[in-house]
């Protein structure tokens, strides 16, 4: 489940940022918004994460967390610097699906 996912990528990451992973999770999207979500998704990885990261554990529920990422991305759309990354319709249709690897690593 998304626990599991969660907690696996936590521990991928270095030792050293494990509790402020743990401790700063935003939910964001739409599917955060059915009942009881946050607090199950709370209870099922307070049981998973290791227990020097779980009493650090703090989920993030902002009421509006439905549109976070449209706005999230709104914002980063709107960042001049962003301009660069674009794929254009003409490059892709250039270069096909593979034009994506070449501008995002």
């Known amino acids: ?3 599991e996912m969660i907690n696996a ?3 991928k990451c270095d ?3 494990r509790k402020d992973l743990c401790g700063n ?3 964001a999207g739409g599917n955060t918004m059915f009942p009881g979500f946050r607090d199950r998704l709370q209870n099922e990885l307070e049981k998973r994460i290791a227990d ?3 009493s650090s ?3 993030i529920a902002p ?3 439905n549109y976070s990422s449209w706005l999230g991305g709104s914002i980063l759309a709107s960042l001049k610097t962003f301009d660069e990354m674009w794929i254009t319709k003409e490059v892709y249709k250039e270069c096909g699906a593979s034009v994506v690897h070449r501008f995002c690593t």
């Open 1 to 3: 489940g998304i626990d």
């Open 9 to 11: 990528s936590i521990m």
């Open 15 to 17: 030792v050293d940022i």
């Open 25 to 27: 999770m935003l939910m």
């Open 52 to 54: 020097q990261y779980s």
């Open 57 to 59: 554990l703090k989920l």
């Open 63 to 65: 009421p509006e967390r």
